[in-house]
């Protein structure tokens, strides 16, 4: 089940468009997100370039294993959070 980069949902009208978290979880919701030149403020992420996102875990990850050749990016999954649940959060910018 490859994604071919024609076939992929890239992001349509913010190309080269610096986008805050806020903007992009918008855009997102509960999904997984390639961002383009991720600015953080020590470990916070603030904003990028949205390139890719998706509903589909494995749409993503397929996503990432092509765009990433060309383009260093942040891999995230945006979702809601349960505050009784303890998370630990690792990023990792490829």
Known sequence: MG????????TVGNQNEVL?????KSRVGKGWALIKNPVYDGC???KGELLFHS???DEAYEALRVMRKEHR????????RDP???????FRTL
């Open 44 to 46: 916070i992420f603030l």
């Open 84 to 90: 009784n649940v303890a998370y630990l959060f690792g």
């Open 55 to 57: 509903t589909d875990e």
């Open 20 to 24: 805050t978290v806020e903007q992009i």
């Open 73 to 80: 990016v942040l891999f995230k999954h945006f979702v809601e």
């Open 3 to 10: 994604v071919k980069v024609e076939d992929q949902k890239e």
